[in-house]
């Protein structure tokens, strides 16, 4: 009984950064801090929500997949942000770098 | 009403909208999008309509499944296609269409 | 039901944007989100093997298509002004046209007739002499090979009218660019995970969703993102290697349909005992081939740099 409470607070907490991760990204006004919304926010979001739905999981193996599924888009989600805020940067220079000359 | 037929309904107005983009856009790859969206409802219709009968049925979705991968390689073959066609002639639209446009432009021009 | 109502709102939705945005980039990227909604729509709709396929092709290969063709169509100003004259009667004839095939559409779903055969029944019913527990596995390399045979075939076709086009322009090799430290360092581990992927849908393929398609996405998934990232390909510059290995998937295909025929049997019946075996050694001659078939399409669409200098003059 307990634990279902527990279940459902770290779901709907999870959801509740989802929302607001995705709030950030649509009011953010330029690429790094949109990132930032959707990488942290929502990374975090989706580790409550694996973690509130472990423990409805009755096998390991499927324990451990939901776990990987997790860290895998925590890697994803650094990388392709790193990428893109990079490819911003590049963008920005050269924009400067026009305007300057 | 099952959920099935919900998205069979769905694919129906993709369907439509797809044609509708197909017909009034002169871009190609919006053309191609357009086409696109058309073959996703399609499929929805396929699986969506069967299976609000009988249920969960492996065929059609055996179907749609070879119905994906080749969408995806008609897409890309269009795609070369396109980019053929741009390469060698600078435009993004066939030259029918944009002579079309032209005369009605003109018409409209005069009057 | 109010979330499959949401989410086919949200279908429509997004469909309708990337037809009305005008900004061309913004269209292709509503697009790669409406094949992420086509995803959780396959969900709903029960069949995740479809959305197995849909997220990796649907959402990802085709996303990157685009993206990749995009990026070598210059923004034609030309025709973006040309795109501005409207032309009222054409544009209403279409919209009569969608309305009508809407009308048409909706009419032919509510009264749709009750089927005769109780296909999944019979599925059912056939499912343990395929050799194989996963129905749709069955259906795709059993019951109706014949579609997948040709399905294969047509892939084949496109990529070597692909490839044609593509040698026939004078080429030369896409720049290898070395985007970043934390990339690479990266892939070392992405690279041998997403073949672990691959290998694992190809194989729970036989009894739980998943299979040749599936599996053959990831590997097509690998290969754009190892030579997007300047990540040498092993064999890969050998063009015999490349062509046995576009064809052999077809080539096993025919070769294990046609053993019943020789000993007088059909086509495409796999030889008796051996229904599981020829089942799955031509699933995974399959997965290889299309997942290079696949990568082909992707790799056939580099144009030659200078084909916006070229072409500069002309304009």
Request: charge should be neutral.
């Amino acid at each position: 009984m307990l634990i279902d409470l527990l279940r459902s607070l770290l779901i709907l907490v999870g959801a509740a950064f989802f929302l607001v991760g995705t709030l950030g990204l649509l009011r953010f006004p330029d690429a790094p801090t949109r990132i930032h919304a959707l990488t942290k926010v929502d990374n975090l979001g989706l580790g409550l929500i694996v973690l509130g739905l472990l423990p409805g999981v009755a096998s390991w193996p499927v324990v451990f997949k939901m776990i990987l599924i997790w860290l895998l888009a925590i890697a994803a989600a650094s990388l392709a942000g790193h990428l893109v805020v990079q490819a911003w940067a590049g963008s920005q220079n050269k924009e400067t770098s026009s305007r300057d000359s | 009403m099952n959920t099935f037929f919900i998205y069979a309904l769905t694919g129906g107005l993709l369907s439509s909208l797809g044609l509708l983009g197909f017909i009034l856009h002169r871009h190609l790859l919006r053309r191609l999008m357009a086409f696109n969206l058309m073959g996703s409802g399609c499929f929805l219709i396929l699986t969506g309509l069967s299976q609000s009968h009988q249920g969960v049925d492996a065929v059609p979705q055996a179907l749609v499944l070879t119905g994906i991968v080749v969408a995806v390689s008609a897409t890309a073959l269009a795609l070369v296609l396109i980019r053929r066609w741009y390469h060698l002639t600078g435009q993004t639209s066939l030259p029918e269409d944009v002579q079309s446009l032209e005369k009605t432009s003109s018409k409209e021009a005069q009057g | 039901m109010i979330l499959d109502w949401l989410l086919a709102g949200a279908l429509i939705g997004t469909a309708a944007g990337v037809l009305l945005t005008r900004d061309l980039y913004r269209s292709v990227v509503l697009f790669i989100i409406f094949g992420l909604l086509m995803a959780l729509v396959w969900v709903r709709v029960e069949a995740p093997d479809l959305a197995l396929a849909e997220a990796a092709i649907g959402a990802g290969l085709t996303g990157v298509l685009f993206l990749d063709a995009l990026g070598h169509l210059n923004p034609d100003k030309a025709a973006a002004v040309r795109q501005k004259y409207r032309q009222p009667l054409l544009s209403g004839l279409a919209f009569l046209l969608a309305l009508g095939v809407t009308g048409l559409l909706w009419m032919a779903l509510v009264d749709s007739p009750q089927p005769g055969v109780h296909l999944p029944e019979i599925v059912d019913q056939q499912l343990l002499a395929s050799g194989v527990e996963h129905p749709i596995t069955a259906v795709l390399l059993s019951f109706r090979a014949y579609d997948t045979l040709l399905e294969v075939a047509v892939i084949l076709v496109a990529v070597v009218v692909g490839l044609a086009l593509r040698f026939s322009q004078e080429d030369q090799p896409a720049e290898t660019q070395v985007l970043s430290p934390l990339l690479q360092k990266m892939l070392v581990w992405l690279l041998p995970l997403m073949l672990m992927v691959a290998i694992y849908l190809l194989w729970i393929g036989s009894y739980r969703s998943g299979g040749a398609f599936q599996a053959a996405a990831v590997l097509a998934a690998m290969a754009v993102l190892m030579r997007m990232s300047g990540t040498p390909i092993p064999g890969h510059s050998n063009l015999y290697l490349l062509r046995i290995g576009l064809v052999v998937g077809l080539g096993l295909f025919l070769l294990l349909g046609s053993v019943d025929l020789v000993s007088g049997g059909n086509f495409l019946a796999w030889p008796e005992g051996w229904e599981k075996a020829s089942i799955l050694v031509v699933e995974g001659a399959l997965t290889f081939s299309l997942g290079m078939l696949l990568f082909s399409l992707f790799e056939a669409s580099p144009a030659p740099k200078q084909a916006s200098m070229t072409r500069g003059g002309g304009a």
